[in-house]
């Protein structure tokens, strides 16, 4: 079975809801993101990996050519989103509005992207009707639905479902999580990720590939920046964004050579006919 990688394209200043790091200041900001994702293709490189790389318009429409790359080296390009907002913070009209201009700046540098993430894992009990949204606007696949406690919701399903939306259906890929002390929690990605030891990681893939699954693990460029530029964040957002980032890319190397990954549509095929959600 295929597991799947994903990687998040997008700068490290792409925090939602920080008034010093709102769009009017972006380009006024170091780029770091060509170099950043570079060192993830590398890795990928090294380790025979590919993966499903989530791009932001906003980046697409300033890097195109970094599509490109990412493309050429065998990976699937996916959206997202456009200027990095919460689906919930959007609203309905103006999550359309930002999906387009994605897919409209993605599809001008590559393939027209047919599967998306919403930044923060915005898609939860508060912005259900982005699916249709998603499904209206030809996408397959989505990966925005955490299956955890303040971002999601520990009742969502924990692996590959069908949703179905009045526009069309689709598939649901959600991240990889653990049950730890009684709680649901993430353990494939972010602080958790940093943060595990590469051995506890690959038994949880082990783990959920024996339940008969595929394992979704995502990663941003700015995670293994070796110099990281850094802003004064509230507490929360400091320990998503800085915590454990020394050293994570000689884990997340040892995780990518422990276990078999792939893009999400390579290990959607890989695995059991996907069911759909109760
Ligand atoms: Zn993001």
Redesign the pocket.
């Known amino acids: 079975m295929l597991n799947a990688l994903t990687v ?1 394209v ?1 700068e490290w200043f ?3 809801g920080v008034p010093s790091l709102e769009q009017a200041v972006w380009d006024r900001l170091p780029s770091r993101v060509e170099l950043t994702t570079r060192l993830i293709l590398d890795l990928c490189d090294r380790t025979d990996t590919r993966a499903t790389f ?1 791009v ?1 318009g906003w980046i697409a429409e300033r890097w195109p050519h970094l599509v490109a790359e990412i493309r050429s080296a065998g990976h699937q390009i996916g959206s ?2 456009h200027a ?1 907002a919460r689906a919930y913070d959007l609203g309905e009209r103006r999550f359309a509005e930002d999906l387009r201009a994605s897919i409209t700046a993605i599809a001008a540098a590559g393939p027209r992207p047919a599967c998306f ?4 894992w915005s898609i939860n009990g508060r912005s259900l009707w982005a699916l249709e949204a998603l499904a209206r606007e030809g996408m397959t696949v989505d990966a925005s639905m955490a299956p955890v406690r303040i971002v999601g919701d520990v009742r969502f399903p924990r692996t590959p479902h069908v949703r179905t939306t009045a526009s069309g259906s689709l598939t649901e890929v959600p991240p990889l999580v653990t049950d730890r002390f009684g709680q649901v929690m993430p353990i494939g990605w972010g602080w958790a990720l940093r943060s595990s030891a590469p051995s506890a990681v690959l038994r949880t893939i082990e783990k959920t590939n024996q339940a008969g699954a595929p394992a979704v693990l995502t990663v ?1 460029p700015w995670e293994i920046d070796p110099d990281p530029p850094r802003v004064a964040l509230p507490l929360r957002l400091r320990f998503a964004h800085y915590y454990r980032l020394d050293g994570f890319s000689s884990r997340l190397r040892q995780i990518l050579e422990g276990a078999r990954f792939g893009s999400i549509d390579a290990s959607l095929s890989s695995s059991a006919p996907v069911p759909s959600a109760s």
């Not at 993430?117 to 923060?120: G, H, L, Q, V």
């Open positions: 998040d997008e792409h925090v939602c989530f932001l997202h989103g990095h993430r919403a930044p923060e941003h």
